[in-house]
Structures are given as structure tokens and as C-alpha cells.
């Protein structure tokens, strides 16, 4: 069974980071791409951040590019995503979430591709 458990959330200042983690569990991690996604309150949840299986590509939403990072440990099955100069606007749950494609390559990565998601961790950026 497979199992992805975020942690890292919390409160922090404009401007301030973060780093959230995803561990994975229950498949072979390094066979399959990884994803960031968020939900703000009232909002839908929307894209954020994807690694490619080899880690070789990463891709990001347009509001978090030169801010977001998104990396990913192999070895241990990690996947991070480390938040710089976070706004107000980040406020959001994030979720990790594992591709149903195997050994993917290509460069989309929506919510439907995704088959295995986290309970979410909640980020809260103070003004």
C-alpha cells in the first residue's frame, strides 16, 4: 500500500521559509514522478511544483518560480519542496502526490495524473 506523509508545514512571516517533506512508501520511489500541489481556503486545488521520475526536470507554476524548489532524495524516498520569500497568497494546504505513470518523461503533470496523494500539511504566511 502506498503511503506519502507530509510534514513541515507551520506559521511563518512574509517573506520567510519553509521546507516541506513528503516520505514515500509501498511502491518504487524512484520509477515514478512526484508533485506538489496546494489548496487555498475557497479555492481549488491547483498545481505548484513536479519532479520527473530521474530528477533530471523539475516544473513549477508560474507564481512560484525563482522562489519554490522542488528536489527529491531517491535513496530515502524523500520528496521536498523548499518555499523562499512566501506571501500571504501561499497560505494553502500542500499535498505530495506520486504519478500513476511509470518512468514518465514527458513535461505535464496535472492533478488527474496523479494516483496516490498525502493528507496535506498546512501552511499559514502571516503579512
Known amino acids: 500500500q502506498v503511503q506519502l506523509v507530509e510534514s513541515g508545514g507551520g506559521l511563518v512571516q512574509a517573506g520567510g521559509s519553509l521546507r516541506l517533506s513528503c516520505a514515500a512508501s509501498g511502491r518504487t520511489f524512484s520509477s515514478y514522478g512526484m508533485g506538489w500541489f496546494c489548496q487555498a481556503p475557497g479555492k481549488e486545488r491547483e498545481f505548484v511544483a513536479a519532479?520527473?521520475?530521474?530528477?533530471?526536470?523539475?516544473y513549477y507554476a508560474d507564481s512560484v518560480k525563482g522562489r519554490f524548489t522542488i528536489s527529491r532524495d531517491i535513496a530515502n524516498s524523500v520528496v521536498y519542496l523548499q518555499m523562499n520569500s512566501l506571501k500571504p497568497e501561499d497560505t494553502a494546504v500542500y499535498y505530495c502526490a506520486m504519478d500513476r505513470r511509470r518512468l514518465y518523461s514527458g513535461t505535464s503533470y496535472s492533478e488527474s495524473d496523479m494516483e496516490y496523494w498525502g493528507k496535506g500539511t498546512l501552511v499559514t504566511v502571516s503579512s
Open positions: 519532479m520527473q521520475w530521474s530528477g533530471r526536470s523539475a
